[in-house]
C-alpha cells in the first residue's frame, strides 16, 4: 500500500487529499478569507498561512510526512515545458516560482508548501500534468505582434481526467478521441485535446469572461482602459485576472449567487451570466476549426458544469459541432494521486525540470534578480 498526499492551491483555498494508492482516506479544502487576502495581495505572502493550515491538518488527522511515499502538487505558474506527466520538484522550480513566477496564481504556492513539508526527508516531492505543456500545434502560438509568441497554457490536470473518465464510459481510450474539453472555474480555459495532445488552446485571458476574469478584451478598449488607469501594472494584472468578470459586475465570483438574482427576476444578471456561457460556446466554435469539425465530444467540466443553466445555454449552440457531456466538478486531488500511484508502480518514469524563465540562466540570479511579480 502507498501512501500519497496531495496539495492543490487554489486562489481561495488550499486543497489537501490523503490517500492510499488511490482509494481516498482524508481530503479537505482549507479556505482562506477576503480579508486574509486583502492584507496578502502577492501570492508568495500567503505562504507562511497556508503551510500552516496544512501542517495543523496533518496534526488533526495524525499523518506524519516521513511516513508518506511520495507528495504529489499541483503545478505552479512555471514556464512551458515539453510532455505532460511527472516533474521533480528541484531547487531550480523552487526558485522559479517564489522568484520569478509566470503570473501571480496561488498553484504557484503547491509545490513550495510540499517541499517544507518534507524537508530533509527522503521523500520524493513531484507535480503531475502541468498547466504549461507546450505540445500545441505550432501555427497555434503566432500572434500579430513577431515579439509576442502565444504559449500554451491550459488546466490540463482536471480537463484530461474528465477526458479520460468520458472515453472510458464508451469503452475507448483518451488518446484515441478528438476532444474539446473546458474547464468552467473562476478561469475558463478551453483545449482541442488532439488523441491525448492539446494542440490548440484558450486560455483564460483570451476567450470568454468568468468569475473572476476579464476574458478577451479588444485591443482598443484595453489600451485606453490601461493607459487612461491609475492602476500600477502588477495592479492592472490582478485586476484582470482576480477582479473582473462577474467579480465586477456583481461583487461574488460564485455563480449561484449570481443565479440567485436571476432566480428574483434581475434582467443585467441574465444578461452578464448568458454572454459568460455565450463566450464559451464562441470558443468551443473558434477550436473545432482546427481539425476541419473532426470533433468526437465537447466535454464541460469544473465547478460550474453543476450550472444547468450555463451548460445548456452552451450545449444548445454547440450540439450542432458533436455531442456535449457534462462531467460537473473537479477531480483534481484524485488525478494527482493517480499520477503518483503510476510514478511509485514504475509506470511513468519522474522528468527532470530543467527549464529556466526567460532572461535567467542559474538559480543565483533567479534569487538575487527576482521579478516584479515576485
Known amino acids: 500500500m502507498k501512501k500519497i498526499f496531495t496539495i492543490n492551491c487554489g486562489s481561495t483555498s488550499t486543497k489537501v487529499a490523503y490517500f492510499h494508492d488511490d482509494i481516498l482516506i482524508s ?190 478584451i479588444p485591443t482598443r478598449y484595453l489600451a485606453n482602459f490601461c493607459y487612461n488607469s491609475e492602476m500600477t501594472l502588477q495592479e492592472m494584472r490582478m485586476y484582470l485576472c482576480g477582479q473582473s468578470g462577474l467579480s465586477a459586475y456583481f461583487g461574488t465570483q460564485d455563480v449561484r449567487d449570481v443565479e440567485k438574482l436571476i432566480d428574483a427576476g434581475d434582467e443585467k444578471a441574465e444578461l452578464v451570466l448568458h454572454a459568460m456561457a455565450y463566450g464559451v460556446a464562441k470558443g468551443i466554435g473558434e477550436l473545432s476549426v482546427i481539425r476541419g469539425g473532426n470533433v468526437d465530444q465537447v466535454i464541460l467540466t469544473g465547478g460550474i458544469a453543476h450550472s444547468e443553466r450555463i451548460t445548456k445555454w452552451i450545449s444548445e449552440l454547440v450540439q450542432f459541432i458533436a455531442p456535449v457531456t457534462v462531467i460537473p466538478g473537479e477531480k483534481e486531488m484524485e488525478a494527482l494521486a493517480a499520477g503518483g500511484l503510476r510514478v511509485l508502480n514504475g509506470e511513468e518514469e519522474v522528468h527532470p525540470y530543467t527549464v529556466y524563465p526567460k532572461g535567467y540562466s542559474s538559480i543565483d540570479e533567479i534569487i538575487n534578480n527576482p521579478s516584479f511579480l515576485a
Open 27 to 216: 481530503k479537505v479544502s482549507l479556505d482562506i478569507t477576503s480579508e486574509q487576502l486583502k492584507q496578502m495581495p502577492k501570492t508568495l505572502q500567503q505562504l507562511d498561512l497556508r503551510t500552516s493550515q496544512v501542517r495543523a491538518f496533518l496534526r488533526e488527522h495524525h499523518l506524519d510526512p516521513k511516513e508518506f511515499d511520495i507528495v504529489v502538487a499541483r503545478t505552479g505558474t512555471i514556464p512551458a515545458v515539453p510532455t505532460d506527466g511527472a516533474y521533480e520538484v528541484n531547487e531550480l522550480m523552487l526558485a522559479s516560482v517564489a522568484y520569478a513566477p509566470e503570473a501571480q496564481h496561488a498553484s504557484t504556492l503547491s509545490c513550495l508548501i510540499a517541499s517544507q513539508l518534507v524537508k530533509d526527508l527522503a521523500v520524493p516531492v513531484i507535480i503531475y500534468d502541468p498547466t504549461c505543456v507546450d505540445s500545441a500545434d505550432p501555427i497555434a502560438k503566432i500572434t500579430g505582434i513577431p515579439e509576442i509568441t502565444n504559449m500554451p497554457v491550459a488546466h490540463l490536470l482536471n480537463t484530461k481526467m474528465a477526458g479520460i473518465t468520458y472515453a472510458e464510459s464508451i469503452g475507448s481510450k483518451y488518446k484515441d478521441l478528438n476532444l474539446i474539453i473546458v474547464q468552467l472555474g473562476g478561469g475558463i480555459t478551453l483545449g482541442f485535446h488532439d488523441h491525448g495532445r492539446i494542440a490548440d488552446w484558450i486560455y483564460d485571458d483570451e476567450g470568454p469572461m468568468s468569475p473572476q476574469r476579464a476574458g478577451r
